[in-house]
């Protein structure tokens, strides 16, 4: 079961927009990540949670989409993420950047939206500042990333790795595909 949730938790960044998630999600999801490992247990993040239309397009507007796909801006109205997870650091707990939470919650996080029927994609390209702005967010806490969630509204094909490109791409249809690298290729046995 791990192994299928893991394989449907790809970077998702076209949605029904219009498919509420309810905050008692969010809070479960967010609940996940709380449960997680922590770095000498510090627990230093903290997460802002948003399901609002209105607060959902401003905080839109600071996010980057898909660096590899250069003919692409992001969602489109109507395919935008329908809530979002603003995963910021509380420097009250930490000055240091605790980059491996930030990543060990974002997966548990995930999982929970895939096992809910959701999808979503970890964004670190953020305008900080301007999103700090916008959300209200006092100088004791640093945004380390921001996660999009929504019902999916694409389909994700995992292929192999060609010629060591890992740059995931579109076909014709619309159809994202991201190439992962081959078990062989990962693992050497001492």
Request: a neutral charge; hydrophobic letters at 40%; one cysteine or more.
């Amino acid at each position: 079961m791990i192994r299928e949730l893991i394989a449907k938790n790809r970077s998702y960044r076209r949605f029904y927009e219009d498919v509420n998630i309810d905050l008692h999600a969010l809070k479960s999801f967010v609940d996940l990540a709380r449960l997680s490992p922590s770095a000498r247990n510090l627990q230093p993040l903290k997460y802002i949670i948003s399901n609002s239309k209105k607060i959902n397009g401003e905080i839109f507007t600071t996010l980057a989409w898909a660096g590899y796909l250069k003919d692409w801006d992001g969602p489109v109205d109507g395919e935008r993420p329908s809530a979002y997870i603003v995963v910021v650091v509380d420097k009250n707990i930490t000055q240091s950047k605790p980059e491996h939470d930030e990543g060990i919650v974002s997966q548990s996080i995930l999982l929970g939206a895939v096992e809910h029927g959701l999808g979503g994609c970890i964004i670190v390209s953020v305008r900080r500042q301007e999103l700090a702005k916008i959300l209200n967010i006092s100088e004791q806490y640093e945004i380390a990333l921001v996660i999009a969630l929504g019902k999916p509204k694409e389909k994700i094909v995992i292929t192999e790795v060609k010629d060591d490109d890992i740059k995931y791409f579109r076909d014709e249809n619309a159809v994202h595909y991201v190439p992962k690298r081959s078990i062989d290729d990962i693992v050497t046995v001492v």
